[in-house]
């Protein structure tokens, strides 16, 4: 069975930086999209980054909000990162990942992720 493994999760001060990854057991590292999530109680997944591994190169998308302070990528063997930089108060939360197989990879699909990690939490203080 497909598992994910979240760490890094942290207590900074805003401004400050992070750096989450997220190691997949029994899962392929090509032709996959892996994604990182921030999850509320209660309330829908907020779409952070994804990245679609591809045997031609990687494509990397990113939620509105986190587009250019946070980088995805992936060491093409079986870990994720999450680089978060410039970090604000309002970025705090439960960091998930997940993955599917294949496309379509997208940061506003996340009902389309079939395998989902515990979370790790990211606080920001002011």
């Known amino acids: 069975q497909a598992q994910l493994m979240e760490s890094g999760g942290d207590s900074v001060q805003a401004g400050g930086s992070l750096r989450l990854s997220c190691v997949a057991s029994r899962y392929p590292s090509s032709n996959v999209c892996m994604g990182w999530f921030r999850q509320a109680p209660g309330k829908e997944p907020e779409g952070v980054a994804a990245?679609?591994?591809?045997?031609?190169?990687?494509?990397v998308y990113y939620g509105d909000s986190w587009k250019g302070r946070f980088t995805v990528s992936h060491d093409h063997t079986n870990t994720m990162f999450l680089q978060m930089d410039s970090l604000k108060p309002e970025d705090s939360g439960m960091y998930v990942c997940?993955?599917?197989?294949?496309?379509?990879?997208?940061?506003?699909?996340?009902?389309?992720?079939?395998?989902w990690g515990q979370g790790t939490q990211v606080t920001v203080s002011s």
């Open positions: 990245i679609y591994l591809r045997d031609r190169g990687d494509i």
């Open positions: 997940a993955a599917k197989i294949d496309a379509p990879c997208s940061v506003n699909l996340p009902h389309r992720f079939t395998t």
